[in-house]
Nanobody, 116 residues
Framework: QVQLVESGGGLVQPGGPLRLACAAS????????MAWYRQAPGKKRELLAG???????NYADSVKGRFTISRDNAKNTVYLQMNSLKPEDTAVYYC??????????WGQGTQVTVSS
């Protein structure tokens, strides 16, 4: 079992940065692939970035070059550094942990609002 708690959301002006964190507890964090998703009102949940247990990363086209995912296995934490934020980045951001096909966990989400 893995418990995930996101933090770092809030209100930010367009063009500004924000860093989200997802703290994991429970099982062995290092063995899980981690990812960040977001869901805007009326839209489907969207995969933004993923990082494997080995550190390989991938990004959605919508955030490539602006967002960076990283993990600190010693702290059981995965981060999402978001730069050059746009109003369309406004959404609830979720952390996900997955291992194989049997293990898939979600955090409760953190709201990010990009507005002047």
């Amino acid at each position: 079992q893995v418990q995930l708690v996101e933090s770092g959301g809030g209100l930010v002006q367009p063009g500004g940065p924000l860093r989200l964190a997802c703290a994991a507890s429970g099982s062995i964090f290092s063995g899980y692939a981690m990812a960040w998703y977001r869901q805007a009102p009326g839209k489907k949940r969207e995969l933004l970035a993923g990082i494997t247990s080995g550190g390989s990363t991938n990004y959605a086209d919508s955030v490539k070059g602006r967002f960076t995912i990283s993990r600190d296995n010693a702290k059981n934490t995965v981060y999402l550094q978001m730069n050059s934020l746009k109003p369309e980045d406004t959404a609830v951001y979720y952390c996900n942990a997955a291992k194989g096909v049997s293990y898939n966990y979600w955090g409760q989400g953190t709201q990010v609002t990009v507005s002047s």
